[in-house]
Nanobody, 124 residues
Framework: QVQLVESGGGLVQAGGSLRLSCAASGRTFSRSTMGWFRQAPGKEREFVTA????????PYADSVKGRFTISRDNAKNMVYLQMNSLKPEDTAVYYCVLTSKIVPTTLADEYDYWGQGTQVTVSS
């Protein structure tokens, strides 16, 4: 079993930055892909970004390209999401995800494990 615990969410003004962290523990996959989804009130869950075990080019949602950056530390089983130039429309619960698939996927159903989520609120 795998546990994912997010941290770093909070309230920030528009234009500000936040860094989310996700700690993976338990039976983590040696070549897993990790990533982030988000869900705003009244909206469907949305793919944000994901990163493979070896890193490399990560896919991003168009809405966050150029503002968000994903990274990971395999030795620590950690994944991070640096969020800059935040906008009110970035307000959502952000979920850390993990899949055994080697190649990052944008499909929520292909992620085996989900964290409990962390709230990010961006005020205008």
């Amino acid at each position: 079993q795998v546990q994912l615990v997010e941290s770093g969410g909070g309230l920030v003004q528009a234009g500000g930055s936040l860094r989310l962290s996700c700690a993976a523990s338990g039976r983590t996959f040696s070549r897993s892909t990790m990533g982030w989804f988000r869900q705003a009130p009244g909206k469907e869950r949305e793919f944000v970004t994901a990163i493979s075990w070896i890193g490399g080019r990560a896919p991003y949602a168009d809405s966050v390209k150029g503002r968000f950056t994903i990274s990971r530390d395999n030795a620590k089983n950690m994944v991070y999401l640096q969020m800059n130039s935040l906008k009110p429309e970035d307000t959502a619960v952000y979920y850390c995800v993990l899949t055994s698939k080697i190649v990052p996927t944008t499909l929520a159903d292909e992620y085996d494990y989900w964290g409990q989520g962390t709230q990010v609120t961006v005020s205008s």
